[in-house]
């Protein structure tokens, strides 16, 4: 089946410090997603990227949809401790059963 | 008013026994989905119903088994609990076909079998 690889498996950064994480795939996307799990809860859905080179961002989080539709990446600009949780990329193809694939996630934690 | 709840949020059973999560969405959503969460924190799709109709049916044991008495709940069974079963275990929803919308989960239950 389809996979994701997603990188990196963890960061220990700075308050401050800007964050870049990225998902590649053997396979072409039409979809991405990007989602924050906080430590005992669900994830939250925070980007939704429909078509290829699409640049979107939701406040100081930026993603973008690879041109190759095999990747994707997610910066985060000027950390702050609440951005401490596991990132989730997940990818999905069109005419299929709607069920996203999962990247493996990037464990983040900020230092004040 | 939570979107997506499940009950109970930890779950600690002993092996042999058969354990129930409930899931309840008051989105209107169409679509419910069960994942496993293991301690490496992958998520694996186990089940989607859609209309309480079973749409998807991972590689998943037969000890496990949905129920989907209205589009607006989706509740897991697991019979004979064992040891590997343990893990967060989380409840989605979504529209129809809206899985590329992403989904809104529920907060998880933590299952501990021993």
């Known amino acids: 089946g389809q996979q994701l690889n997603q990188s990196p498996q963890s960061m220990f950064i700075q308050e401050g410090e800007d964050v870049s994480m990225n998902c590649t795939s053997s396979?072409?996307?039409?979809?991405w997603l990007w989602y924050k799990q906080d430590p005992g809860e669900g994830p939250v859905l925070l980007i939704a990227?429909?078509?290829?080179?699409e640049l979107t961002s939701n406040g100081r989080l930026t993603a973008q949809f690879g041109i190759t539709r095999k990747d994707s990446f997610l910066n985060i600009s000027a950390s702050i401790p609440s951005d401490v949780g596991i990132y989730f990329c997940?990818?999905?193809?069109?005419?299929?059963?709607?069920?996203?694939?999962f990247g493996r996630g990037t464990s983040l934690i900020v230092h004040p | 008013d939570t979107a997506v709840s499940q009950t109970p949020k930890y779950l600690v059973t002993q092996m042999g026994n058969d354990k129930s999560i409930k899931c309840e969405q008051n989105?209107?959503?169409?679509?419910m989905y069960w994942y496993k969460q293991d301690s490496k924190k992958f998520l694996k799709i186990m089940f989607s119903?859609?209309?309480?109709?079973?749409?998807i049916n991972e590689t998943v044991p037969n000890r496990f088994s949905p129920k989907s008495p209205d589009k607006a709940h989706l509740n897991l069974h697991i019979n004979s609990l064992e040891l590997g079963d343990s893990a967060v275990y989380f409840c989605?929803?979504?529209?129809?076909?809206?899985?590329?919308?992403?989904?809104?989960f529920g907060s998880g239950t933590r299952l501990t079998v021993v």
């Open positions: 989605a929803s979504s529209r129809s076909g809206g899985g590329d919308y992403g989904y809104t």
């Open positions: 396979s072409i996307f039409n979809t």
């Open positions: 990227l429909y078509k290829a080179g």
């Open positions: 997940a990818g999905l193809t069109s005419g299929g059963s709607y069920i996203p694939t």
């Open positions: 989105l209107g959503h169409d679509t």
């Open positions: 119903y859609n209309n309480k109709e079973l749409i």
